[in-house]
DNA sequence: CAAATATAAGTGAGCGTTCGTTTATTTAAA
DNA sequence: TTTAAATAAACGAACGCTCACTTATATTTG
């Protein structure tokens, strides 16, 4: 006399239409019984798995910033050579939106709407908590300038985000066509570690 | 046998309402009917000045994308010295989201969604012009690296959009209460022609 | 110089549709 | 048989948008 057990498949595909249906036709073009027939489920399973429309969004935020953060994290450790640890962090974030260039989209469309606020508050205990440290170590070891977190986060990260952000949208103002490889971020890197060094 | 004139204030109304809705409660938690309330107007008076939601919001990017080149570029010539040029280049667009800070979150929230690839046509005709000539110009007066357009960008603007985001959502990783300023923006650009000096 | 007239601005009510969500029922594993 | 998963159908609310109508203004008319 036990219960049926879920079918993990369909929560899997419920998860993984809805951020590409939001990446597709943004925000406003999201809606659960679009999803339900996307994700080829009805639109009363989605509420199996989630309250509503609010927590369905917000778990998916959720998960694909964890995601992105264990990626972030790979190989490094907050008491690396400055120009080393930064190399990794460029590349984990490189290998990430490589291998999952939708969740990359997801984020940044969400940045700018209110479930954004929890994945800030989540971030923001790893990413001080870590890359505070790797900052404070590098200045201790005169590998990097003092600077205010928010100058140091501008020019450490923001121009990697950029190309990145070419890359997705396929072009910039200039290039009809955009292609990030290695050799263009390992050249950005480079100016980078310039400002940055003392 | 005239014609009654327009209400001028009334559309002026309707887009700065328009803009302040998508800011506060974003893409999707914007309506005609709302909008119409709080402008003070008549649904049906939207649709005496504008065809449809559709090409209401387009009108709002193009108008606000406008405004922001305008600002950008005043008292900014290609032929300047590449420090002082990048210079003014900053001081402008933070004049600009001093000054205009819902239109600066409002284009943000645009540039994720389908009506930024008007936005970006009309701005990839300016910006390739007058900044490629700006950085081609520099380059030979070997004021700058040579680098392609999209590092060079990367480096050059991306740092002081992330200070302004920063800014914007009133705090970063690690400050609950973060606030640009001019010296802050002052530091960050000097790392910023330091890594692109020759 | 009113009063009448023509024109377009502007509106309130409500159309049909789509939305997020729920209910009544069936299906499948234990 | 029991339990929960899963669904098809349908709900009220909210949506974009339109229609029949009123209001305001510039001109023409007497």
Redesign the pocket.
Known sequence: ???????EY?EQQIRQKAIEMIVAEGLDG?????LAKAA?????????YHK???ELISSLCVSVAEKMMAFSLQNFSPDMDFADGLRVQWRNRLKYFIQCPLDMEFIEIMRYTHFYEKVTAMLTVNFSEILGAFMRNAEGKKQLIPLPFEVYWAVAYAPLYQLIKFHNQGNSYVNSSFMLNDKLMEQTLGLVLKALKP
């Open positions: 006399m036990e219960m049926r057990p879920r079918d369909k999201f809606g659960i019984n679009k080829g489920v009805s639109p009363a399973t989605i509420y199996i509503d429309k609010e």
